[in-house]
């Protein structure tokens, strides 16, 4: 998933509020790229035109109820396609494909033997979201056993930079352990469950050999190779200012960093958890207690289970162990269901705000409380959608042209007629489109242009996108023209230098026919509807 930033300062429209709250709350709940769709009783050319104009298809037709499942090209929304298809005539409906989903309790057979999930309130966070296997948890660690079938399913490649090769194998149990808590393959039927749910684990082995060097290797891959969370099940009462270095690289790179506070039962600052960018994280027991062993003090950031907890062992089993080391997993897959229900692009500082700022009071020992999984989830603010219409468009070259701004609102029966000119290279049309984002307050995370046209077939589209940096227009995309209108989608990679201080976007789409074809002989270029769409991550009061 790429990841586009730009910080707003404008006010907030009101269509903008009213698309997003739809957006806002549905993603989760449907499948996304297909929509289910009844035609009214005609004839099948218009429901194949329908389809084409989007360059959607069947995949599926219930025929009893005469029902289809369609699907989307990849850059439509399901609210777009839902839209799209109510607006034809001889649709009945369209909607989304709607998920069913229980509140969740996972199938594992040991899943009862795992007490935290009841404090955390796991399962009905898992209702909300049960993880995305995109967001990787990094186990630092004495590695994990690779085989294991609660496990095996989840890794992804990682590193051993204790021996310094690929062999991320466990030596010892901890690894696995921990790997476990995080993120085990859960309602597979198999041993026990994580509450990472879908999220995928990073094996990084740094054990027997754990220096600060080896410890550096291992931050900095993992910020290299996709790792959102770093689970840090060790650590050591020096400071070095080298590990705070590799720390805040990853932490800049948007790692959330998780690590346990250190079984000694002191206030005493423990390292890596103890540096200001990382989760130290003390333990509780069955009955929300400290745990005898943990570190405690306001330089505790909170707390999560860690005593007698049930997780994947080596030797393909399973075991009962206790300390910070159990405690920090759970709060690194917390963290990474919390990344799945916001995105990826989400600060590790928010991610951090979310989880101190819903715990359960478990006693002064620790700066804020036990995390809960529920609570945490439900602060979760996911992106707001918004849609911005034409402002302003104009003719860019050609020989004359017609309409005006209000024409490319809508998909219907009016368009802007553009008339080509001859050129060097040979017959050309385009027009100079302005949009306005009027964007509200918060990190621009996606934007996706929108345009339907049409022209002579052996056509060229091209799109030129404003650079207000340079104020120089960029060749963007080229496309075929059809003689059809069909809806095509151009998702704005790196807004940053298109979007002007004032939320404005400025675009040419332009049809040109090569001097191949007769380069004396005119035609028309029909724009009839052009849209910008995107998110918005509100910031957080
Ligand atoms: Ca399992
Ligand atoms: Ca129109």
Same mark, same amino acid.
């Given at each position: 998933?790429?990841?586009?930033?730009?910080?707003?300062?404008?006010?907030?429209?009101?269509?903008?509020?009213?698309?997003?709250?739809?957006?806002?709350?549905?993603?989760?709940?449907?499948?996304?790229?297909?929509?289910?769709?009844?035609?009214?009783?005609?004839?099948?050319?218009?429901?194949?035109?329908?389809?084409?104009?989007?360059?959607?298809?069947?995949?599926?037709?219930?025929?009893?109820?005469?029902?289809?499942?369609?699907?989307?090209?990849?850059?439509?929304?399901?609210?777009?396609?839902?839209?799209?298809?109510?607006?034809?005539?001889?649709?009945?409906?369209?909607?989304?494909?709607?998920?069913?989903?229980?509140?969740?309790?996972?199938?594992? !057979?040991?899943?009862?033997?795992?007490?935290?999930?009841?404090?955390?309130?796991?399962?009905?966070?898992?209702?909300?979201?049960?993880?995305?296997?995109?967001?990787?948890?990094?186990?630092?660690?004495?590695?994990?056993?690779?085989?294991? !079938?609660?496990?095996?399913?989840?890794?992804?490649?990682?590193?051993?930079?204790?021996?310094?090769?690929?062999?991320?194998?466990?030596?010892?149990?901890?690894?696995?352990?921990?790997?476990?808590?995080?993120?085990?393959?859960?309602?597979?039927?198999?041993?026990?469950?994580?509450?990472?749910?879908?999220?995928?684990?990073?094996?990084?082995?740094?054990?027997?050999?754990?220096?600060?060097?080896?410890?550096?290797?291992?931050?900095?891959?993992?910020?290299?190779?996709?790792?959102?969370?770093?689970?840090?099940?060790?650590?050591?009462?020096?400071?070095?200012?080298?590990?705070?270095?590799?720390?805040?690289?990853?932490?800049?790179?948007?790692?959330?960093?998780?690590?346990?506070?250190?079984?000694?039962?002191?206030?005493?600052?423990?390292?890596?958890?103890?540096?200001?960018?990382?989760?130290?994280?003390?333990?509780?027991?069955?009955?929300?207690?400290?745990?005898?062993?943990?570190?405690?003090?306001?330089?505790?950031?909170?707390?999560?289970?860690?005593?007698?907890?049930?997780?994947?062992?080596?030797?393909?089993?399973?075991?009962?162990?206790?300390?910070?080391?159990?405690?920090?997993?759970?709060?690194?897959?917390?963290?990474?269901?919390?990344?799945?229900?916001?995105?990826?692009?989400?600060? !590790?500082?928010?991610?951090?705000?979310?989880?101190?700022?819903?715990?359960?009071?478990?006693?002064?020992?620790?700066?804020?409380?036990?995390?809960?999984?529920?609570?945490?989830?439900?602060?979760?603010?996911?992106?707001?959608?918004?849609?911005?219409?034409?402002?302003?468009?104009?003719?860019?070259?050609?020989?004359?042209?017609?309409?005006?701004?209000?024409?490319?609102?809508?998909?219907?029966?009016?368009?802007?007629?553009?008339?080509?000119?001859?050129?060097?290279?040979?017959?050309?049309?385009?027009?100079?489109?302005?949009?306005?984002?009027?964007?509200?307050?918060?990190?621009?995370?996606?934007?996706?242009?929108?345009?339907?046209?049409?022209?002579?077939?052996?056509?060229?589209?091209?799109?030129?996108?404003?650079?207000?940096?340079?104020?120089?227009?960029?060749?963007?995309?080229?496309?075929?023209?059809?003689?059809?209108?069909?809806?095509?989608?151009?998702?704005?990679?790196?807004?940053? !230098?298109?979007?002007?201080?004032?939320?404005?976007?400025?675009?040419?789409?332009?049809?040109?026919?090569?001097?191949?074809?007769?380069?004396?002989?005119?035609?028309?270029?029909?724009?009839?509807?052009?849209?910008?769409?995107?998110?918005?991550?509100?910031?957080?009061?």
């Amino acid at each position: 998933v790429e990841v586009f930033k730009l910080k707003f300062k404008l006010l907030l429209s009101v269509a903008i509020a009213a698309v997003g709250a739809a957006m806002a709350t549905a993603s989760e709940h449907y499948v996304p790229g297909e929509v289910l769709v009844k035609f009214k009783s005609g004839s099948f050319f218009h429901q194949d035109t329908a389809h084409r104009r989007i360059f959607a298809r069947p995949v599926q037709e219930f025929k009893q109820i005469g029902v289809q499942r369609i699907q989307l090209p990849r850059h439509m929304t399901v609210e777009r396609a839902v839209e799209y298809y109510k607006q034809l005539p001889n649709v009945a409906y369209a909607e989304p494909n709607y998920k069913k989903q229980l509140i969740f309790r996972p199938n594992d !057979p040991n899943y009862n033997q795992q007490w935290s999930f009841v404090n955390m309130q796991a399962e009905l966070g898992w209702a909300m979201t049960l993880g995305d296997p995109d967001v990787i948890i990094a186990i630092i660690d004495t590695g994990v056993q690779l085989n294991h !079938p609660d496990l095996e399913s989840k890794l992804v490649p990682g590193y051993n930079f204790s021996e310094n090769n690929n062999n991320a194998d466990d030596y010892h149990g901890h690894g696995t352990h921990c790997a476990g808590i995080a993120a085990a393959a859960t309602n597979n039927g198999v041993g026990v469950a994580g509450i990472g749910f879908n999220s995928r684990i990073m094996p990084i082995k740094i054990f027997p050999n754990a220096t600060i060097s080896a410890v550096t290797g291992a931050v900095t891959f993992a910020a290299d190779n996709g790792a959102k969370v770093l689970s840090m099940s060790y650590g050591g009462y020096f400071y070095s200012q080298t590990e705070f270095d590799a720390l805040e690289y990853a932490s800049n790179k948007g790692c959330v960093l998780v690590a346990g506070a250190g079984n000694d039962n002191v206030d005493e600052r423990f390292y890596p958890a103890a540096y200001n960018h990382v989760i130290a994280v003390g333990s509780t027991n069955q009955q929300d207690q400290k745990s005898d062993f943990s570190q405690f003090g306001n330089w505790v950031d909170v707390a999560a289970p860690g005593s007698n907890i049930y997780s994947t062992m080596r030797g393909s089993t399973y075991s009962y162990s206790s300390g910070t080391s159990m405690s920090t997993p759970q709060v690194a897959g917390l963290a990474a269901l919390i990344v799945a229900q916001a995105g990826l692009d989400i600060e !590790p500082a928010e991610v951090r705000n979310i989880i101190e700022s819903s715990t359960d009071p478990v006693g002064n020992w620790v700066k804020t409380g036990r995390v809960n999984a529920y609570k945490a989830l439900l602060n979760v603010i996911p992106p707001i959608g918004f849609e911005a219409q034409v402002e302003d468009v104009s003719m860019f070259v050609g020989s004359s042209a017609f309409g005006d701004a209000t024409v490319l609102h809508n998909f219907d029966q009016q368009r802007y007629v553009l008339n080509s000119t001859t050129s060097p290279l040979g017959q050309v049309a385009g027009a100079e489109v302005l949009m306005n984002l009027g964007a509200p307050n918060g990190d621009l995370i996606r934007l996706n242009l929108e345009v339907v046209a049409a022209g002579p077939r052996g056509s060229t589209g091209m799109i030129w996108l404003y650079n207000w940096n340079n104020g120089q227009y960029e060749f963007y995309r080229a496309f075929p023209i059809q003689e059809e209108e069909v809806i095509r989608f151009f998702p704005i990679d790196h807004t940053g !230098p298109y979007v002007g201080s004032e939320g404005h976007i400025k675009f040419i789409t332009r049809a040109h026919k090569g001097t191949r074809f007769n380069p004396h002989i005119p035609f028309t270029y029909y724009i009839n509807h052009v849209k910008l769409s995107g998110a918005v991550r509100p910031p957080r009061n």
